[in-house]
Antibody, heavy 124, light 111 residues
Framework: EVQLVQSGAELKKPGTTVKISCKVS????????IHWVQQAPGRGLEWMGL????????IYAKKFQARVIMTADTSADTVYMELSSLRYEDTAVYYC?????????????????WGQGTLVTVSS | QFVLTQPPSVSGAPGQRVTISCTGG?????????VYWYQQLPGTAPKLLIY???DRPSGVPDRFSGSKSGTSASLAINGLQAEDEADYYC???????????FGTGTKVTVL
């Protein structure tokens, strides 16, 4: 069974950095990219970026690219997402999700399955 | 950034059919990019419901169906059941943003 298991909830102060992990199992780690998605309280889903688990290359959404770093550790089958200079509005649940694709085209990709989510609360 | 627009809520009685629209523009659905649908039950992670506009993953009941035409897509739920009460999101690719975009989300209520 394919599973993505994320690290636990975090409470952070404004201006600090949070690092969330996503450990995968049930498939070959390097066969699929991993995406990260933000969901602020009572709001919808927002794509943050992806990491190529084979070579570590990343693509970030413009909104997050100045503050986010996504990495992959092939020895641990784990992906990490680091978000810096935290603001109150970064309070959200963060999900990792496995990339699926119908072709090599960037436009034919979707997310399945998803991790359980990690709540990050930014509060002074 | 939410460039795919969905109605905030739809509702129906058990057994009825409801549809959820997803409206985009020239840089996403209008460019022929596929649409995907997710179901998010309260307090849980999203789950894939429809991929490549119309296909259902194994395990998804056939009362869920998807369609796409031009700059719009739709998710239909036939024979609405109480367990279908959830938030639903569409997703696609946007060439202007060079990334993946989600719809604004629709809450389905079973009356």
């Amino acid at each position: 069974e394919v599973q993505l298991v994320q690290s636990g909830a975090e409470l952070k102060k404004p201006g600090t950095t949070v690092k969330i992990s996503c450990k995968v199992s049930g498939y070959t780690f390097t066969d699929h990219f991993i995406h990260w998605v933000q969901q602020a309280p009572g709001r919808g889903l927002e794509w943050m970026g992806l990491v190529d688990t084979e070579d570590g290359e990343t693509i970030y959404a413009k909104k997050f690219q100045a503050r986010v770093i996504m990495t992959a550790d092939t020895s641990a089958d784990t992906v990490y997402m680091e978000l810096s200079s935290l603001r109150y509005e970064d309070t959200a649940v963060y999900y990792c999700a496995r990339d699926r694709r119908a072709s090599s085209s960037w436009s034919q990709r979707w997310f399945d399955p998803w991790g359980q989510g990690t709540l990050v609360t930014v509060s002074s | 950034q939410f460039v795919l627009t969905q109605p905030p809520s739809v509702s129906g009685a058990p057994g009825q059919r409801v549809t959820i629209s997803c409206t985009g523009g020239r840089s996403n659905l209008g460019s022929g990019y596929d649409v995907y649908w997710y179901q998010q039950l309260p307090g849980t992670a999203p789950k894939l419901l429809i991929y490549s506009n119309t296909d259902r993953p194994s395990g998804v009941p056939d009362r869920f169906s998807g369609s796409k035409s031009g700059t719009s897509a739709s998710l239909a739920i036939n024979g609405l059941q109480a367990e279908d009460e959830a938030d639903y999101y569409c997703q696609s690719y946007d060439s202007g943003l060079t990334g993946y975009v989600f719809g604004t989300g629709t809450k389905v209520t079973v009356l």
